[in-house]
């Protein structure tokens, strides 16, 4: 079964850390770019970090340069994303993505108080 399942969400103070991971199965996972997005309430999804296959060139939005940190483990077939400094703002449903394959994960939530 082909499927990316994330989990590591949760609810931290402002200025805290939280790691999200990924895991993905049923594939070959290296192959493609993969991704971190977010969707607050009432907003519109957007993307947070990519990180290349082979390369592993590394791509942040604006808002989080600085304070996240995305990784990949191919031979676990495993995406992360370090999140430091937590701000109110990042509150959101965090979803990983394969973009190549444009496969998706069913969220984790993310509460910054």
């Known amino acids: 079964h082909v499927q990316l399942v994330e989990s590591g969400g949760g609810s931290v103070q402002a200025g805290g850390s939280l790691r999200l991971s990924c895991a993905a199965s049923?594939?070959?996972?290296?192959?493609?770019?993969m991704a971190w997005f977010r969707q607050a309430p009432g907003k519109e999804r957007e993307g947070v970090a990519r990180?290349?296959?082979?390369?592993?060139?590394?791509y942040y939005a604006d808002s989080v340069k600085g304070r996240f940190i995305i990784s990949r483990d191919n031979a676990k077939s495993m995406l992360y994303l370090q999140m430091s400094s937590l701000k109110s703002e990042d509150t959101a449903l965090y979803y990983c993505?394969?973009?190549?394959?444009?496969?998706w994960g069913q969220g984790t939530q993310v509460t910054v108080s």
């Open positions: 990180i290349a296959t082979g390369s592993g060139n590394t």
């Open positions: 993505a394969d973009v190549g394959s444009n496969l």
């Open positions: 049923g594939y070959t996972y290296n192959r493609n770019c």
